[in-house]
Nanobody, 120 residues
Framework: QVRLVESGGGLVQPGGSLKLSCVVS????????MGWYRQAPGKQRELVATITSGGSTNYADSVKGRFTISRDNAKSTVYLQMDSLKPEDTAVYYC??????????????WGQGTQVTVSS
């Protein structure tokens, strides 16, 4: 069974940094596009950043220039480096992966989420 597990969230002051990690485990054919999403209280889940298997990236306008998504395919891990954090970045951050199973079917898998709180 495929699992995505996030880590690295926590409490940080405005202007600070955090690095989130998401490890993909299980038996699968391939890990394709990966992404980070976030959901603040009372708001819909929104895209933060995505990265293709080849390393092409895409960012929400609200995080461009502050966040960096990367991946280590050998470790089946995707990262989100978050710098210059603002209170409005406070949310639960979720990792999503497009995974091709051994039956060559592609599904979206989600992690359980990790809380990021930006506050003084």
């Amino acid at each position: 069974q495929v699992r995505l597990v996030e880590s690295g969230g926590g409490l940080v002051q405005p202007g600070g940094s955090l690095k989130l990690s998401c490890v993909v485990s299980g038996i699968m054919f391939s890990i394709n596009d990966m992404g980070w999403y976030r959901q603040a209280p009372g708001k819909q889940r929104e895209l933060v950043a995505t990265i293709t298997s080849g390393g092409s990236t895409n960012y929400a306008d609200s995080v461009k220039g502050r966040f960096t998504i990367s991946r280590d395919n050998a470790k089946s891990t995707v990262y989100l480096q978050m710098d210059s954090l603002k209170p409005e970045d406070t949310a639960v951050y979720y990792c999503k992966g497009k995974i091709t199973t051994l039956r060559r079917l592609e599904y979206d898998y989600w992690g359980q989420g990790t809380q990021v709180t930006v506050s003084s």
